[in-house]
Nanobody, 121 residues
Framework: QVHLVESGGGLVQPGGSLRLSCAASGSFFSIYGMGWYRQAPGKQRELVATITRGGDTNYADSVKGRFTISRDNAQNTVYVQMNSLKPEDTAVYYC???????????????WGQGTQVIVSS
């Protein structure tokens, strides 16, 4: 019964900025890594950025220097600040969270519902 809720997508002009949020709720013991992925129509889903529980980050070359991933462990939330947006950033953005369930539930990952980002003039 873990759910991820995304927000912050929308339409923005080239060069503009957006901030996406993803909050986890439900029954789980702890969260490990968090990440953002995106998928454009007719294309494969690709990694955008990841962040560990301790704050170590990793970015795709295409967004490095423009996007910043962060997390608030107390709120079980991951963010991505997207600056200097380009038309090629247009995609549905999905968050993913790797977590530990209670008892013998084990370690699992969950996906958000996706939020649309359109960069166009």
């Amino acid at each position: 019964q873990v759910h991820l809720v995304e927000s912050g997508g929308g339409l923005v002009q080239p060069g503009g900025s957006l901030r996406l949020s993803c909050a986890a709720s439900g029954s789980f013991f702890s969260i490990y890594g968090m990440g953002w992925y995106r998928q454009a129509p007719g294309k494969q889903r690709e990694l955008v950025a990841t962040i560990t529980r301790g704050g170590d980050t990793n970015y795709a070359d295409s967004v490095k220097g423009r996007f910043t991933i962060s997390r608030d462990n107390a709120q079980n939330t991951v963010y991505v600040q997207m600056n200097s947006l380009k038309p090629e950033d247009t995609a549905v953005y999905y968050c993913n969270i790797d977590l530990q369930l209670y008892g013998t539930g084990g370690r699992r990952n969950y996906w958000g519902q996706g939020t649309q980002v359109i960069v166009s003039s």
